[in-house]
């Protein structure tokens, strides 16, 4: 030892991400937020066009990335306790999706299908596994010690924390390779054995279009959940009343930030 005592703050940024000394993640995800939410504010401002192309090139480019940084260290779980935070980040989205020309008086679940987007929660999951392809693969050259292969060879195994703490379960429960097993134990044997990512990803894809309805557990499933939680039985109910509101209130769409525009009413 040194004899120099290293004094630590709760909060520490490292590589643009920041992390607490109680490993939850609630400021960073906060942060991302703020970025993404700046972004926007800028589109606002200098953007007149709302087309959904130069919309979605823009949010994709420009955006979700801010959403999207190092989430293979950061992403919450979709249990009990992390809900608040997963939602708040979907609404970047459902926000941003709101302000397109002919989809911002659309159930966000219309608006994801028109613009051939997950959720966020469901790309997160998604990463997380195309990452665990490359690790358990050794296409990169980090993370071979995360996984324990089961005797199949293409599963992995689980490793339970020692600790009789329900906190520290929590936490090792909601990192990448605890959280990602369930999900890569029910893809199919030729997904998990792509012969590269590129295959991995199309394979993946294939996948989840062409699977049984009665298939559980799958990693879109979280996408649903989202949708239940946003378009409640309430929202549903209300919804007509809420558009024509809109509709007859422009002034209260422009500040909540949604397109009116609809180019089929125009041209009738």
């Known amino acids: 030892s040194s004899g120099i005592n290293a004094e630590y703050g709760g909060q520490e940024k490292d590589l643009g991400v920041l992390t607490c000394s109680s490993m939850q993640w609630d400021s960073n995800i906060k942060a991302c937020i703020a970025k993404a939410n700046r972004m926007i504010a800028w589109v606002t401002r200098n953007l007149i066009l709302r087309d959904r192309q130069v919309m979605l090139s823009i949010y994709k480019t420009i955006i979700r990335p801010h959403l999207e940084y190092c989430t293979q260290l950061w992403s919450p779980v979709d249990a009990h306790g992390n809900w608040a935070s997963i939602i708040e980040l979907e609404k970047v989205q459902k926000r941003f999706t709101s302000m397109i020309d002919d989809l911002g008086l659309l159930p966000y679940s219309q608006r994801l299908e028109k613009l051939k987007l997950t959720t966020l929660a469901e790309r997160r999951i998604r990463g997380d596994l195309i990452e665990t392809f490359k690790i358990v693969n050794s296409i990169v050259d980090y993370g071979g010690s995360l996984f324990t292969h089961g005797r199949s060879g293409s599963n992995l195994l689980s490793r339970p924390s020692r600790s009789t703490s329900t906190d520290i379960k929590k936490i090792v429960n909601s990192f990448l390779p605890q959280r990602v097993i369930g999900y890569w134990n029910k893809l199919p044997t030729d997904v998990k054995c792509s012969e590269s990512v590129d295959h991995f990803k199309a394979r993946l894809e294939y996948h989840k279009n062409n699977c049984s309805h009665y298939d559980t557990e799958t990693f879109w499933?979280?996408?649903?959940?989202?949708?239940?939680?946003?378009?409640?039985?309430?929202?549903?109910?209300?919804?007509?009343?809420h558009v024509e509101y809109l509709k007859s209130n422009p002034d209260v769409a422009k500040r909540k930030g949604i397109n009116l525009y609809c180019s089929s009413e125009k041209n009738t």
Do not use: F, Q, W
């Open 221 to 241: 499933e979280v996408s649903t959940k989202i949708i239940d939680k946003i378009e409640t039985e309430s929202y549903l109910r209300n919804r007509i009343k």
